[in-house]
């Protein structure tokens, strides 16, 4: 345990110096400025095209009528997922393109902590930026009264397993195929239309739902959006916190699998 901590800190350090002297504010301020841009489009397409009226339906579906608060918390959320994805999931294909892969596959080191290292560094970076974000979003009608924390501080922890199982299974396709840009594009593309973002999921077709159901970032944005807005109680999130959980976990072993193989995939097209 000892061991796992010193290679998940001396990650976790590195990734810091080097995301604060290589690019110090371009990643902070263009996630900043895309969740205002996604504010101030709620609130004019809600003020000025919808002329501040709600479909019945959404209310039934979203469990609030607040469509300001429903949308904007959801591109809060949204921002926060997509750095924590891009940042965990480009940790070794960075390490290939900078030269440094060979380097650390061979060090006496398992993938786990460093792993972990990386997503304590991206957890800590893009949960400032959220809070940041929320604060200047607050002006465009985010209300959070009904906050319940015992539902969000038990939601946070297995939407960051979702996340980083999510993530290490992104990391071994891009590594395998050496491509990020079309990998992630498309699964943030699919992320955001599928796992109810902008608007509940039960407008969907039911075989779409169902596979956005089975995508872990589905739970990050249902159980915190739960907790920071409905002020749902972790009784009666308790069934999909567990489902949630365990798919997480899922994720997480299979992209651990996947990356080994991934692994040996690069190194085959380095040699």
């Known amino acids: 345990m000892p061991y ?8 976790f350090r590195r990734n810091w110096i080097v995301v604060f002297r290589a690019y110090p504010w371009s990643f902070f301020f263009s996630g900043l400025f895309s969740g205002l841009c996604s504010a101030a489009l709620a609130f004019f397409s809600y003020y000025l095209l919808a002329y501040g009226q709600l479909d019945e339906r959404f209310s039934r579906y979203a469990g609030t009528s607040d469509y300001l608060s429903y949308v ?3 591109g809060s959320i949204l921002s926060f997922s997509i750095g924590i994805l891009l940042g965990v999931s480009r940790g070794l294909i960075t390490e290939r393109r900078e030269g440094t892969l060979e380097s650390l596959l061979l060090a006496p080191t398992r993938r786990f902590p460093y792993f972990a290292g990386i997503t304590l560094q991206w957890v800590v ?3 400032g930026e959220a809070v940041l974000l929320l604060v200047c979003v607050t002006p465009f009608g985010l209300h959070l009264h009904h906050v319940n924390w015992s539902s969000l501080l038990l939601s946070f922890p297995i939407a960051l397993i979702g996340l980083f199982g999510m993530s290490t299974v992104l990391g071994a396709l891009m590594l395998a195929t050496g491509d990020t840009y079309v990998s992630q594009n498309t699964l943030f593309a699919a992320m955001t239309f599928l796992c109810g973002f902008a608007f509940p999921v039960n407008y969907l077709p039911l075989p779409l739902q169902w596979l956005g159901a089975v995508l872990p970032v589905s739970g990050v944005v249902h159980l915190l959006r739960a907790a920071l807005l409905n002020g749902e109680s972790p009784a009666q999130l308790g069934p999909e916190m567990l489902f949630y959980l365990v798919l ?5 072993v299979v992209g651990l699998t996947l990356m080994r193989r991934a692994e040996r995939r690069a190194l085959e097209g380095v040699f």
């Open 4 to 11: 796992c901590i010193r290679v998940g800190y001396a990650t």
């Open 72 to 74: 904007i918390l959801g």
């Open 125 to 127: 970076t893009c949960l």
């Open 248 to 252: 997480g976990l899922i994720y997480a």
